[in-house]
């Protein structure tokens, strides 16, 4: 998963160098032999596709026209209604945003929790603490799902043979309805928590020691500081890992397509999977209004995120 | 903002207070719970990766059995065996490879030459390219997924290794994080350069690609396990055994004939996540800073 948080970067720009007279044309020239490598692939190979699907997106285009585009016909916003009326994209949207919904505050209130015990307490052995939280991030989902299709079995899985041990029978983690959506939750968080504990390991180590020092010799009580110095300053952060992770999380896909193939009975299909699914039965105009609805549907949490958690003045 | 965002290691917060009212005391119990609840999570965060690679010299029967064994009773390579004799493994460790490396190498050229243009030199469209380079971050990869599964097949480029790296070897986030470091590089030392007649060529290769070693690792890094990692552009390009990745043959083999085969899938994972393991513990340090400044994964 790649994804930025675009202001972070515009912010941090560089102070534009003060505006000299306009480049004169050999500048231009060397200046676009640099870019040039970069905005020619770019062009082709992400701007291009992106106009291309939003004008798919208004036309019925399937697999069998791609060849002889004549027979495609523009048919307005009709895919975007088809999307809305379509029952499995509706519960494919509810899937997707139960997991964002429980998911993202999930993964970031764990992944507060390792970043503030590795910050008070281990001092030696941090690094370990640091890698070993961090390993599930970088490691391929496809060899996640192996381990944990074996721990999550319903008969033979390592966590119902625990639970029977004290006497508990556990349930069908992933072949039923009830728990296998959960059990995709839990599994993301574990997954990504390590991507919100560094970032705010990095941010709780910024805050200077002098702010707890006096807050102790005004009195501050037991979560006083936490609450009132910690929690505030660490906005920032919680913004930049509340935008990523959202992002991320509303294009769950792979999760479920290595654990449970989006079953049982479309408990865990994700609206990205429905998008696949689309695409591989080769409706590639309801593919495309479905990935700009994700698209909107992005753009829009992430201003909310921004509305709600931006640095108070 | 600057590349050095871990901080020098470890400023405890609070130093344990000797006081005399007994406080100290419980200072100590916290620290204790404090220590065992992160050795918890720890073990709960690396346990799978032990029980992995510990089971992949399992059998299937023994990975089955109740009460689970945690060390195996009877090591064996033959999984391993397996992999390496009925699957070509040596095969799809070699597309993963080469595949990896293209597209690490595509894009520490072409985003650090774009960064070096952005960060200091001047030109006609420079703001145009910008504004749109930065404007498709937040396009989710599903948008471009099936424009780029027909040029790719009406380019011909189905089922080869072009065809998995081409799309790839451009990336906005390179660009952004090799621009922000270059623009940290004073402008005298480029300009001085350019006084004793340097081109920006010369300039680009001799001063500032060795001075941003640092940004370069970190978007390798990144960039390398990303395509390593990386599962449903390879899983729907590649149509032959022969141009399968890693993940993509073990994803396979494990929802098909080998279903039930839970040690070999051990096996498999095992190969799939030996390489990222050794390669973030000796990068580790240019992935925590990346993931600071620039979110990459």
């Known amino acids: 998963m790649t994804a930025a948080l675009a202001t972070e970067t515009s912010a941090a720009t560089p102070t534009a160098p003060p505006r000299r007279s306009r480049p004169t044309r050999k500048q231009t020239l060397v200046g676009w032999s640099f870019a040039l490598p970069f905005f020619a692939m770019f062009v082709v190979f992400m701007a291009g596709p ?9 036309t019925d285009l399937r697999v069998t026209d791609v060849r002889s585009p004549f027979g495609v016909n523009f048919v307005g916003l009709d895919n975007y209604a088809d999307v809305f009326g379509d029952p499995k994209f509706r519960k494919a949207a509810v899937n997707t945003a139960i997991f964002v919904a429980v998911g993202v505050p999930l993964t970031m209130s764990l992944g507060l929790l390792a970043a503030v015990a590795l910050n ?3 001092v030696k052995f941090r690094r370990v603490f640091r890698l070993g939280f961090y390993l599930p991030v970088v490691t391929s989902i496809v060899a996640i799902a192996v381990v944990w299709r074996f721990l999550l079995g319903a008969d033979s899985g390592l966590v119902n043979g625990l639970l029977d041990q004290v006497g508990i029978d556990g349930p069908a983690w992933l072949t039923d309805t009830k728990y296998a959506l959960p059990s995709l939750i839990v599994m993301a968080a574990w997954k990504n928590l390590g991507f919100s504990m560094i970032v705010f390991l990095a941010a709780l180590q910024s805050i200077p020691v002098d702010l707890y020092e006096a807050a102790a010799v005004d009195g ?3 979560w006083q500081p936490f609450r009132y110095i910690t929690l505030p300053l660490l906005r920032p952060a919680v913004l930049f890992v509340a ?6 999380y509303v294009q769950f896909f792979e999760e479920p397509l290595v654990m449970t193939q989006g079953g049982p009975l479309d408990s865990t299909l994700s609206v990205q999977y429905h998008a696949y699914n689309e695409f591989s039965f080769g409706n590639y105009g309801y593919t495309a209004a479905v990935s700009y609805v994700m698209f909107v549907a992005i753009a829009l949490v992430s201003f909310i995120l921004f509305r709600l958690l931006r640095p108070k003045t | 903002m600057t590349m050095t965002v871990t901080p020098p290691a470890a400023t405890p917060t609070d130093p344990p207070a000797e006081m005399p009212d007994g406080r100290v005391v419980g200072r100590r119990n916290n620290r204790v719970l404090l220590h065992v609840g992160l050795v918890a999570g720890l073990i709960l965060m690396i346990g799978p990766f032990v029980i992995m690679a510990l089971g992949s010299f399992k059998t299937t029967g023994e990975l089955r059995q109740v009460p689970p064994t945690f060390l195996p009773e009877d090591p064996t390579l033959a999984n391993y065996r397996d992999l390496f004799d009925r699957l070509d493994f040596p095969r799809y460790f070699f597309n993963s490879t080469v595949v990896a490396l293209a597209v690490t190498v595509g894009n520490l050229l072409f985003c650090s030459m774009l960064g070096y243009a952005l960060a200091k030199l001047e030109f006609a469209g420079k703001r145009i390219v910008f504004v749109l380079v930065l404007a498709t971050l937040m396009v989710p990869a599903s948008v471009t997924f099936m424009p780029l599964f027909v040029l790719i097949s009406n380019m011909g480029l189905v089922n080869t290794h072009a065809g998995l790296i081409l799309p790839f070897v451009v990336g906005a986030l390179g660009v952004f994080l090799m621009r922000q470091f270059i623009g940290g590089i004073p402008d005298e030392l480029l300009d001085a350069a350019r006084v004793d007649g340097a081109g920006e060529y010369t ?11 640092p940004a370069l690792a970190t978007l390798a890094i990144l960039t390398f396990l990303g395509s390593w990692n990386s599962f449903l552009w390879p899983l729907v390009v590649a149509s032959t055994e022969d141009m399968y990745t890693l993940p993509v043959a073990v994803a396979l083999f494990s929802i098909g004939q080998n279903e039930n085969n839970v040690a070999l899938q051990m096996a498999g994972a095992t190969v799939v996540v030996l ?6 513990f000796a990068m580790q340090r240019y992935i925590i ?4 400044t620039t979110g990459i994964k």
């Not at chain 1, 935008?243 to 991320?248: A, E, L, N, Q």
């Not at chain 2, 300039?203 to 070693?213: D, N, Q, W």
């Not at chain 2, 800073?289 to 600071?292: H, K, L, N, Y």
């Open chain 2, 203 to 213: 300039i680009f290769f001799k001063i500032v690609l060795p001075l941003c070693r």
């Open chain 1, 50 to 58: 992106i106009l291309i699907s939003l004008i798919t997106s208004l």
């Open chain 1, 243 to 248: 935008v990523i992770t959202t992002i991320g």
């Open chain 1, 120 to 122: 008070q307490g281990v």
């Open chain 2, 289 to 292: 800073q990346g993931i600071a």
């Open chain 1, 220 to 222: 501050a009580k037991r």
């Open chain 2, 275 to 280: 390489p990222v393991v050794i390669l973030f």
